[in-house]
């Protein structure tokens, strides 16, 4: 809740520790984003292995912050569907289902963005 009695940059300064405080509530209770942030440590260590140029730290970088971020927003959405209707429900769980295609999707990105960039030079190695 905004502070009226708060300047401009004490402000932004309290966003910013909601948004750190959000952040570490999603990695310690979020097993997506546990696994996900898994994945992203083994694509860090193969792009040291296999020298990975700049540009491709950079697509590779942003194929990891766009799988996160996508874990991210299906968490709260699936966390406002449990707070608004904490039963089973059919459109809930349809709303659930739609969210988490948006993971997915980056997921399937990020692998197709891992296969342009390692798999010629895992090919160069045979």
Same mark, same amino acid.
């Given at each position: 809740m905004k502070n009226p009695k708060d300047s401009f940059i004490r402000g932004r300064i309290r966003s =910013?520790? !909601?948004? !750190?405080?959000?952040l570490w509530i999603l990695v310690t209770t979020e097993d997506s984003i546990k696994a996900q942030l898994?994945?992203? +440590?083994?694509?860090v260590i193969l792009g040291f292995i296999f020298d990975i140029s700049l540009t491709e730290w950079a $697509?590779? !970088? %942003?194929a990891i912050g766009l +799988? %996160?971020?996508a874990e991210?927003?299906?968490? @709260? $959405?699936?966390? +406002? @569907?449990?707070f608004v209707?904490?039963?089973f429900?059919?459109? $809930?769980? =349809?709303i659930k289902d739609i969210a988490a295609g948006a993971p997915t999707f980056a997921a399937l990105i990020s692998l197709i963005i891992a296969g342009i960039i390692y798999i010629p030079k895992i090919?160069? =190695?045979f």
């Open positions: =910013l520790k !909601f948004a !750190f405080k959000g898994f994945f992203a +440590v083994i694509a $697509i590779q !970088f %942003l +799988v %996160l971020v991210a927003c299906n968490s @709260a $959405i699936e966390e +406002v @569907a449990d209707h904490p039963d429900h059919v459109k $809930i769980g =349809l090919s160069t =190695l």
